[in-house]
């Protein structure tokens, strides 16, 4: 009997534990600083760490080299991007295959997924951006 309870314990232990995944994420949700924490298909990502802002119906961002900004809609647990304004500095390699690399997962339309402080964006059911919220 003692062992079905410590069992039983550990398993209720275990469930409250657990984190849902697939939360409905609001445009309050979203707003905020953002730092991106993986983009594919890149192999990983520079010392050049890019980030989102979302504000109201606004993001800006920094994606490794340039900084852009533009609009976005959130529909039904998707996320699409309005046209994208960059500035056009170079930079070589890494640095700008991790950029080109965001830049296109931010053009397509993207399905949401919330878990606690992360936010991962995926296209045809692949996590093409991991975001981690920056609570400072």
């Given amino acids: 009997m003692k062992a079905f309870l410590i069992a039983a314990s550990a398993l209720l232990l275990a469930a409250c534990g657990q984190q849902t995944v697939n ?7 979203l707003q905020g600083r953002w730092v991106i924490s993986g983009v594919l298909p890149t ?4 010392q050049h760490v890019p980030w989102l802002i979302f504000e109201k119906d606004t993001v800006s961002g920094y994606a490794g080299c340039n900084n852009f900004m533009g609009s976005y809609e959130l529909k039904d647990q998707s996320i699409s991007f309005g ?7 170079y930079c070589e390699g890494p640095q700008m295959q991790q950029e080109d ?9 993207l399905q949401l ?19 981690t ?3 400072q």
């Fill in 23 to 29: 939360q409905s994420v609001t445009t309050e949700d």
């Fill in 133 to 135: 919220k920056d609570n």
């Fill in 113 to 131: 997924q919330k878990d606690q402080q992360k936010l991962l964006l995926k296209a045809e059911g692949k996590t093409v951006l991991s975001l």
């Fill in 101 to 109: 690399a965001l830049l296109k997962a931010l053009s397509q339309n």
């Fill in 83 to 89: 046209p994208l304004a960059s500035t056009k500095m």
């Fill in 43 to 46: 192999e990983a990502l520079t």
